[in-house]
């Protein structure tokens, strides 16, 4: 009872002292991954994290993503556009229906001027708007849409490359920029960068390069279902885990993403929240298919019952990640029904081997896997690979795993292995997103996309593949596009090309005071649902 | 002397241009490239050439490098960083104002008490206060500075939450600056301390073997001017000490900056390296070594005026 009071008159003192009216909404403050504030003139760089914390908050699509449940995939939903939709008798051109009465932060009016103008700004290099920074971040996002016109002020129309029902989830990434904004700093990006001005539910009032960017509520954002209950919101870079750690433990931040695992623990005994689930991350090792000993199904199989998933997770990465045995995951839209479980089972793993023909001391050839040291989206790389090795070792596979430091591996990998210094490489440990068709399987299982076209380093090469990719890029009933991607995952699983391993379940670490957040199934997040409580 | 100050300035010229030749092929030499973190996984191949193109990294290196190096002679103009496309010296110049005060704050947090326990410890030899302070100064010596950093956040940020985890100042003002700069300032004081203290003991002890503080003894001086007569004699080799330490806490602060988010020029080093951001390196790297030479000159000529006897040229 004392010590209630005593916190009681302590808090009052410290709200005398700081002087902080205590607001409705409060201050949301987040610990992020980045080594600096990603890029606020429109197109965010930084990866996912800059669109999530930057890109998103400030900035819209046309079409956004459905962050509001944490239970199913988060979809596609109108955003600016409230309706798209495909013409029958010639499937490359797109009608986008856009929303009335919405305004830029700068107050100059959304409509069909601005998408071109937007449009333009990332695929048309002669174009006097021409971002060169948007360009490189967000251009090769839109590889299937060829160009834009303009139909009236609130309807556009897009024309792609090839008839394909994947051009909607390229649209998600780019996001509207005010023209009006643009000639008023002087039709400079870099100016623009320091007063952005967007559609989306905050608006910057303050940015240090490197060290904070601060926003607002958009007090005239259109959609009242998403108007922001805090009233601030302070992103702040912080690439050391420890710092990230400190920074929340000390109450400086309010949320970090990705705190160390080994601190989950005590996090949650001090009273922290930890928030995970899963989301389209897969991290795995991508073999090599034309060499020796991955050439062989029956020993990749193998590899695959040889990892003990249950065990990284539980007992290495404190819950933060669940078993992988495919592309998706279970209960993802795309996963299927594969035929092989991929369960630990050491004994099966054995008998494959043997069915490949080894066994009685004969072991299959050496394996050299290229690993990273750490990096984004890798986890604990060192650690889980050193299981991993020990599991793959217990079947009879010998692996030597070769770590690098994560550029290094990025570098090397987008080369192939058929270079000089990759060439004595059997695979590599790479972590992926996976948040549409086309990142998910037609960039590493389509056999045109073999490097350097595009990133099938294995070669995967599989005519039933293709067919199925290209059959579920032609459908424009999702459902049956769905029906698809499962049916192509299942050939993936089956051939298994990848030693899956585990998926991320993108661990956030939060105060009690941090209230309504949805953790959904995405690399994205909606802040607009969070308060603080004082 | 100021043909002294020329002749050195005029030196400066050769020792940056191989510094930054150096460090232009130390990054080359080493795998991966900026366009691996700048383009996400997915970027296909005719995008990825796009922006090497637009960057000029397509071109052989020498070009680049001379390139580089006319428009950093000729226009002044150190270039943009490919990771974030700002210019080159607005970010150093922000970063180095940001280590200079870092680093003068924690030079006086060093040489205040390390002249302090330097001096009484060669006073007190063989006793007690100079075993304790040579312990403290073996201490600060040895133990390595970012474990201290992470030290002193647990101690005075998680568990009091006197002071800030990290970052830069929240606010704009002399306040908040000084809450964020303490703990780093601390961390970063510790190996100058310890070398410090232990320079001034030695210093100190060398001089007062010399025969003229027998003289002075035998005077009859009290102590306090003795140690005045004492420091004065010892202060050139103090002060070749103290540029050395404040040149390493400029540029050599990697670790400290890193551990506190401290927005210096050690922590932008460290995202420049690991991004492979070559124009940001080069340019921190021509700042900091810039300042190193200007930093020993300084010492020189203000060792020739405490000193009469040391007469360089």
């Not at chain 1, 910057?204 to 009233?231: G, H, Q, S």
């Not at chain 2, 043909?3 to 241009?17: G, I």
């Not at chain 2, 540029?251 to 492979?276: D, K």
Request: aromatic share 8%; glycine share 8%.
């Amino acid at each position: 009872m004392r010590s209630t009071a005593t916190g009681i008159a302590v808090l009052f003192l410290v709200a005398a002292l700081t002087g902080t009216a205590l607001a409705q909404g409060g201050t949301l403050r987040i610990g992020m991954t980045a080594s600096d504030i990603p890029y606020t003139g429109g197109q965010a760089d930084n990866g996912f994290e800059g669109l999530r914390f930057v890109g998103y908050q400030i900035y819209e699509p046309l079409i956004n993503w459905d962050l509001t449940h944490g239970d199913r995939l988060a979809a596609p939903t109108p955003g600016l556009a409230e309706s798209w939709s495909v013409n029958k008798a010639t499937p490359t051109l797109w009608t986008f229906k856009l929303r009335n009465g919405v305004q830029f932060h700068d107050g100059s009016p959304f409509n069909a001027d601005a998408v071109v103008f937007t449009f333009e700004s990332v695929k048309n290099k002669d174009a006097p708007q021409f971002d060169r920074v948007g360009a490189s971040n967000t251009g090769f996002r839109l590889s299937l849409i060829k160009s834009v016109r303009k139909i009236d002020d609130y309807t556009v129309e897009f024309e792609s490359v090839k008839p394909s029902s994947f051009v909607p989830y390229q649209l998600l990434y780019l996001l509207m920029v005010s023209p009006a904004n643009w000639a008023k700093v002087g039709k400079d990006w870099r100016k623009y960068a320091e007063s952005p001005s967007g559609t989306g539910p905050f608006r910057v009032t303050r940015f240090v390069p490197r060290e904070r960017l601060e926003l607002e509520v958009n007090k005239a954002y259109w959609n009242p279902k998403r108007m922001p209950k805090i009233d601030k919101l302070v992103l702040l870079p912080m690439p050391e885990p420890t710092t990230r750690l400190a920074a929340l433990r000390s109450g400086q931040v309010d949320w970090v993403e990705v705190p160390p695992p080994d601190s989950i623990t005590a996090l949650k005994g001090q009273g922290f929240q930890i928030v995970t689930g899963p989301y389209p991350h897969n991290w795995g090792h991508t073999l090599r298919l034309d060499k020796a000993p991955w050439d062989n199904k029956l020993l990749r199989k193998a590899a695959n019952y040889a990892i003990d998933r249950v065990g990284i997770c539980k007992n290495l990465l404190n819950d933060t990640c669940v078993p992988g045995t495919g592309v998706t995951y279970k209960g993802h839209p795309w996963f299927g029904n594969p035929k092989e479980t991929y369960e630990y089972n050491p004994e099966k793993a054995k008998a494959l081997i043997k069915q490949a023909g080894y066994g009685d001391g004969r072991r299959p050839p050496r394996a050299v896997h290229l690993i990273s040291t750490s990096g984004s989206g890798q986890m604990l790389p060192l650690a889980m690979n050193e299981l991993i090795q020990k599991n793959l070792k217990d079947v009879g596979l010998d692996v030597d795993v070769q770590p690098v430091e994560w550029n290094t591996l990025l570098t090397r990998w987008r080369a192939g292995f058929h270079t000089p210094e990759n060439e004595g490489l059997n695979a590599w440990n790479i972590s992926l997103a996976f948040p549409d068709p086309s990142s998910a399987f037609q960039r590493f299982f389509h056999s045109k996309s073999v490097v350097p076209t595009s990133v099938n380093t294995m070669p995967y090469i599989n005519p039933e593949a293709d067919a199925t990719i290209e059959a579920a890029e032609k459908t424009f009933d999702v459902k049956e596009q769905d029906r698809l991607l499962g049916k192509l995952h299942e050939i993936i699983v089956d051939d298994a090309p990848w030693i899956f391993i585990v998926h991320d379940l993108n661990p956030r670490a939060m105060s009690a005071k941090v209230k309504g957040f949805v953790q959904p199934q995405s690399w994205f997040v909606d802040l607009t649902s969070v308060s603080v409580t004082k | 002397m100021w043909s002294l100050v020329l002749r050195r300035l005029l030196l400066t010229l050769p020792t940056l241009l191989g510094a930054s030749l150096i460090v232009f092929a130390m990054v080359k030499l080493a795998p991966g490239d900026p366009i691996s973190i700048l383009m996400p996984p997915d970027a296909g191949k005719a995008e990825i050439e796009a922006v090497k193109e637009a960057l000029g990294l397509d071109r052989p290196l020498p070009v680049q490098y001379l390139k580089w190096l006319e428009r950093a002679v000729v226009h002044g103009d150190l270039g943009r960083s490919i990771a974030t496309r700002r210019p080159v010296v607005q970010d150093v110049l922000d970063a180095l104002r940001n280590s200079v005060i870092l680093a003068v704050a924690s030079s006086m947090l060093a040489l205040i008490p390390g002249l302090a326990l330097g001096t009484l410890a060669a006073f007190q030899r063989g006793g007690v206060v100079d075993k304790v302070v040579s312990a403290v100064a073996i201490t600060g010596v040895s133990v390595p500075h970012y474990w201290a950093g992470i030290m002193l956040v647990i101690v005075f940020s998680v568990q009091l939450g006197w002071f800030p985890a990290m970052g830069g100042p929240s606010d704009p003002g002399i306040g908040p600056y000084i809450r964020h700069m303490l703990l780093p300032a601390v961390a970063l004081a510790l190996i100058p301390l310890g070398v410090i203290t232990r320079v001034v003991r030695s210093a100190v002890l060398d001089i007062l073997a010399q025969e003229f503080v027998l003289t002075l003894r035998v005077k009859g001086l009290y102590t306090g001017s003795l140690v005045r007569h004492v420091l004065k004699n010892a202060s050139p080799q103090i002060l070749t000490v103290m540029g050395l330490q404040f040149g390493f806490a400029l540029g050599g602060s990697v670790l400290v900056e890193t551990v506190f988010s401290w927005p210096g020029t050690g922590y932008l080093l460290n995202i420049a390296i690991f991004q492979r951001d070559m124009p940001l390196l080069q340019g921190i790297i021509l700042v900091l070594s810039t300042t190193f030479v200007l930093l020993n000159l300084a010492v020189d000529v203000l060792q020739s005026l405490i000193d009469p006897r040391i007469v360089r040229g």
